[in-house]
């Protein structure tokens, strides 16, 4: 049902056993999700490894990797396991994607499935964990644009975060700075000269720039969305629209505007707001109340939360910390004072971080570079 691209005679097995490290490459149909699954186990005292790369055919220098994942081990010692990846679609038919494995000195692989197969609509991407998605997925695709939005949908994550801003001309937008000059590009790839605040410009001279340039050719021509264009992706996709909000990114004409639109799209009850200052969580809670998802605060103490206006709020409130930030000690108090646990900035590559903060009792995670969300633990 769900057609191979690759399978064991790919891989370089020996008397049943793989003892050196190898690399699969993937050229296929880009706009699709896939998916890549393992039954593995090894032998010896240091475990192999995978690591996935997009590369692009457009680029100067192709021996640098337009982006990498993780790196994972694979199997357990003596004990058969079944690991899952999810990829991104590729994006761009100028992208591939090379499944490069480790095996080191000593060790053995042995493998009796590794294959990649499509993801299909009714296999749906579930987990017991909530992985939102950073700005969309920043990783790969520039960040609060249109592009970043649908690559999470595509990619499964359930939510999507976004800096809403209100500009001068009362336009709501999705942007981080308030400064244009880090991402915006001219035709020529140029920043601009004199710096620009968002907040004393129009919609039509903040779309005069390129915001996708930046980060990579593939992105040539990206605009800045608005923050309608944000919620109509989410409302066609299914992800639940998350505010990373700022102090001052909008006025109270715009959180009107927020709970109007969230009206239009039918997704009041989706939103949720993060910040890393109560204040700007009791804005909002002074415009939406219960009826939305929920609040998150970001990087302050629960009790910050709990002696606020929302220590009443009958909807989710979460505490977000950096991952390096938590003890277990920490995560229980915090559980136990009726929050939620979130944790953002986990180290690349230490997969062993997300298995202990699981341990532990946190169920969300923020993400701009997870590619293998769909790996089972």
Same mark, same amino acid.
């Given at each position: 049902?769900?057609?191979?691209?690759?399978?064991?005679?790919?891989?370089?097995?020996?008397?049943?056993?793989?003892?050196?490290?190898?690399?699969?490459?993937?050229?296929?149909?880009?706009?699709?999700?896939?998916?890549?699954?393992?039954?593995?186990?090894?032998?010896?005292?240091?475990?192999?490894?995978?690591?996935?790369?997009?590369?692009?055919?457009?680029?100067?220098?192709?021996?640098?990797?337009?982006?990498?994942?993780?790196?994972?081990?694979?199997?357990?010692?003596?004990?058969?396991?079944?690991?899952?990846?999810?990829?991104?679609?590729?994006?761009?038919?100028?992208?591939?994607?090379?499944?490069?494995?480790?095996?080191?000195?000593?060790?053995?692989?042995?493998?009796?499935?590794?294959?990649?197969?499509?993801?299909?609509?009714?296999?749906?991407?579930?987990?017991?964990?909530?992985?939102?998605?950073?700005?969309?997925?920043?990783?790969?695709?520039?960040?609060?644009?249109?592009?970043?939005?649908?690559?999470?949908?595509?990619?499964?994550?359930?939510?999507?975060?976004?800096?809403?801003?209100?500009?001068?001309?009362?336009?709501?937008?999705?942007?981080?700075?308030?400064?244009?000059?880090?991402?915006?590009?001219?035709?020529?790839?140029?920043?601009?000269?004199?710096?620009?605040?968002?907040?004393?410009?129009?919609?039509?001279?903040?779309?005069?720039?390129? /915001? *996708?340039?930046?980060?990579?050719?593939?992105? @040539?021509?990206?605009? &800045?969305?608005? #923050? %309608?264009?944000? =919620?109509?992706?989410?409302?066609?996709?299914?992800?639940?629209?998350?505010?990373?909000?700022?102090?001052?990114?909008?006025?109270?004409?715009?959180?009107?505007?927020?709970?109007?639109?969230?009206?239009? /799209? *039918?997704?009041?009850?989706?939103?949720?707001? @993060?910040?890393?200052? &109560?204040?700007? #969580? %009791?804005?909002? =809670?002074?415009?939406?109340?219960?009826?939305?998802?929920?609040?998150?605060?970001?990087?302050?103490?629960?009790?910050?939360?709990?002696?606020?206006?929302?220590?009443?709020?009958?909807?989710?409130?979460?505490?977000?910390?950096?991952?390096?930030?938590?003890?277990?000690?920490?995560?229980?108090?915090? #559980? %136990?004072?009726? =929050?939620?646990?979130?944790?953002?900035?986990?180290?690349?590559?230490?997969?062993?971080?997300?298995?202990?903060?699981?341990?532990?009792?946190?169920?969300?995670?923020?993400?701009?570079?997870?590619?293998?969300?769909?790996?089972?633990?």
């Amino acid at each position: 049902m769900y057609p191979e691209i690759f399978t064991l005679k790919d891989l370089p097995v020996k008397n049943g056993k793989i003892t050196e490290s190898f690399t699969l490459y993937l050229k296929r149909e880009y706009s699709e999700c896939m998916v890549v699954t393992s039954l593995a186990r090894y032998e010896g005292e240091v475990p192999p490894t995978v690591q996935f790369f997009l590369r692009s055919e457009l680029d100067a220098s192709p021996e640098k990797p337009f982006y990498g994942s993780h790196i994972y081990k694979i199997g357990k010692r003596d004990e058969w396991t079944r690991q899952q990846w999810k990829i991104p679609p590729m994006i761009h038919p100028s992208l591939h994607c090379e499944i490069c494995v480790t095996v080191p000195r000593g060790s053995a692989l042995i493998v009796s499935d590794f294959h990649n197969c499509y993801n299909a609509a009714d296999r749906p991407f579930v987990t017991g964990l909530r992985f939102n998605a950073h700005l969309g997925f920043s990783g790969m695709a520039p960040s609060n644009t249109l592009p970043a939005f649908e690559l999470a949908a595509q990619c499964g994550f359930p939510t999507c975060i976004c800096n809403p801003k209100e500009i001068g001309d009362g336009s709501l937008v999705c942007i981080h700075d308030s400064l244009i000059q880090r991402h915006a590009r001219d035709e020529n790839g140029l920043p601009p000269e004199e710096p620009r605040r968002i907040y004393q410009m129009t919609l039509p001279e903040l779309r005069r720039w390129d /915001y *996708g340039i930046r980060k990579h050719p593939l992105y @040539k021509g990206t605009k &800045i969305p608005e #923050l %309608e264009e944000y =919620f109509a992706v989410c409302a066609k996709t299914g992800m639940k629209p998350m505010f990373s909000a700022h102090p001052g990114c909008l006025k109270s004409s715009g959180w009107l505007k927020v709970k109007e639109l969230l009206r239009q /799209y *039918g997704l009041t009850r989706q939103l949720h707001v @993060k910040s890393a200052r &109560i204040a700007v #969580l %009791e804005k909002a =809670f002074e415009y939406f109340g219960d009826e939305i998802d929920g609040y998150t605060l970001n990087n302050e103490p629960p009790e910050e939360l709990a002696a606020s206006k929302l220590a009443g709020a009958n909807c989710r409130l979460v505490v977000e910390w950096q991952a390096g930030y938590y003890t277990e000690e920490a995560v229980h108090h915090i #559980l %136990e004072s009726g =929050f939620s646990v979130a944790a953002y900035n986990l180290p690349r590559g230490e997969m062993s971080v997300y298995e202990k903060l699981i341990s532990w009792g946190v169920t969300e995670f923020t993400e701009d570079h997870h590619i293998s969300i769909g790996l089972n633990w």
